[in-house]
């Protein structure tokens, strides 16, 4: 898993710089924000981020927003690292998109207990959008057959009009040509007028 530290302290990178690599972070460092935006636009993505509040060019509130406004970078796990320490500042922070707020000077154990919960949160992230793969998948394979369903269901129900057209076309002609039929038959078979006896002997 990858990692972007960003702090203008060369000390206090180190320290997590060699922290975070025992706990099988691949690191990345960056001493101002705007180097350190720059070399997420240049790198494959880290998942973790470490910002100072305070830094040259661009401060970790605006990388922050940076990040969040990104598509392609929002699902990051974001921990802001600063000495402001009052609850204004920690508001300001996790509205600025900060996942977590860890104050300076800081334990290393506490560290590694909320780097520990950013990875959790990022497995979970994971395993979440294999499973909207998984259903989107699954949900193309069912339209298709109903579409199938539905094309055949029209061409059945367009014959069956075709059909029905032809029978009652067939079926009138048969009509009328009975019809026709009969009317000559009655006229053959009509009987004649009977003559008068006057008639017969003349």
């Given at each position: 898993m990858r990692a972007l530290i960003a702090d203008d302290d060369r000390g206090t990178t180190a320290i997590l710089a060699k922290s975070l690599g025992r706990w099988n972070f691949d690191v990345t460092v960056a001493h101002d924000g705007g180097t350190a935006w720059d070399l997420l636009?240049?790198?494959?993505?880290?998942s973790l981020a470490i910002l100072d509040w305070m830094m040259?060019?661009?401060d970790?509130?605006?990388l922050c927003r940076r990040i969040?406004?990104?598509?392609a970078r929002a699902?990051?796990?974001?921990?802001?690292?600063?000495?402001?320490?009052?609850?204004?500042?920690?508001?300001?922070?996790l509205d600025a998109g900060a996942?977590?707020?860890?104050i300076k000077p800081f334990d290393l154990e506490e560290l590694r207990a909320r780097v520990h919960v950013g990875i959790r949160v990022l497995t979970l992230q994971e395993r979440l959008a294999a499973r909207v793969i998984e259903l989107r998948s699954a949900l193309a394979n069912v339209k298709q057959p109903a579409a199938c369903f539905r094309?055949?269901?029209?061409?059945?129900?367009?014959?069956a009009t075709r059909i029905t057209g032809s029978r009652w076309t067939a079926t009138s002609r048969i009509t009328r040509t009975s019809s026709s039929?009969?009317?000559?038959?009655?006229?053959?078979?009509?009987?004649?007028a009977p003559t008068s006896s006057a008639a017969r002997y003349e």
């Open positions: 636009a240049a790198t494959e993505d880290p040259p060019t661009l970790g509130l605006g969040r406004q990104d598509p699902h990051m796990y974001v921990i802001l690292l600063t000495g402001r320490d009052s609850r204004a500042d920690l508001v300001a922070g996942d977590d707020y860890l094309f055949a269901a029209t061409a059945s129900a367009s014959a039929a009969m009317g000559s038959v009655r006229r053959v078979s009509r009987p004649c």
